[in-house]
């Protein structure tokens, strides 16, 4: 199936914990992103790549690390987890602008 | 960005045709609008988006008025599967960054 995917879609882990969210897509899109949503459903953008290149960071703190190894993967690491981290991330890509963008099914972190 | 206003929720009757407005009195020249929505617990879903002139899809209808300064869009025979909060979004074609508002919660009922 031609998608965005990313894994694991649950995560329960400890304050203080480091964790990694896997984004994959083959619909051979160059832009690629990760949104949080929060308790509240409030959809932020916090990254976006281009062809491997960070083109937006929306003022997300140090312990958010985006790593792009190519264009298809997209892969969000986050430091010393804090309870507000609690939230749904998910990934999209896109072909750019103009372009409609295609999200994934969420990845629900939750802090404890 | 231009921003957009939305009422917070709606209802539609399944079968009939459902009608969210989006009022974005600031939209510049290059700015597109873009309709997507998200299903309860999944990640949003691309509709349709458009310039200036009406766009139709398998999913839905939108029509722009004339100034531009608002967007309707239709779905024309909801189902309860339409349940989802719709999301309208005014783009500049050359930011490439979609910022969600807070969307309008749509009910359909039987």
């Known amino acids: 199936d031609t998608a965005v995917s990313q894994t694991p879609k649950y995560l329960v882990t400890q304050m203080g914990n480091d964790k990694s969210i896997k984004c994959e897509q083959n619909l051979g899109h160059d832009t690629m992103y990760w949104y949080k949503q929060d308790s509240k459903k409030f959809l932020k953008i916090m990254f976006s790549y281009n062809n491997k290149e960070l083109i937006i960071n929306e003022t997300v703190p140090n312990r958010f690390s985006p790593k792009s190894p190519d264009k298809a993967h997209l892969n969000l690491h986050i430091n010393s987890l804090e309870l507000g981290d609690s939230a749904v991330y998910f990934c999209?890509?896109?072909?750019?602008?103009?372009?409609?963008?295609?999200f994934g099914s969420g990845t629900r972190l939750t802090v404890v | 960005d231009a921003k957009t206003t939305q009422p917070p929720s709606m209802d539609c009757a399944e079968g009939r045709a459902a009608n969210l407005p989006c009022n974005h009195s600031?939209?510049?020249?290059?700015?597109?609008v873009y309709w997507y929505r998200q299903i309860h617990s999944q990640g949003p879903q691309y509709i349709i988006h458009g310039l200036k002139n009406n766009e139709t899809n398998e999913m839905a209808s939108l029509i722009i008025t004339e100034d531009r300064k608002s967007s309707t869009l239709i779905l024309p025979h909801a189902t309860l599967r339409d349940t989802a909060v719709y999301y309208c979004i005014v783009l500049s074609y050359n930011t490439d960054k979609l910022i969600f508002g807070t969307g309008t919660r749509l009910q359909v009922f039987p």
């Open positions: 999209a890509s896109s072909l750019g602008t103009g372009h409609g963008y295609t």
């Open positions: 600031t939209i510049s020249g290059n700015e597109y």
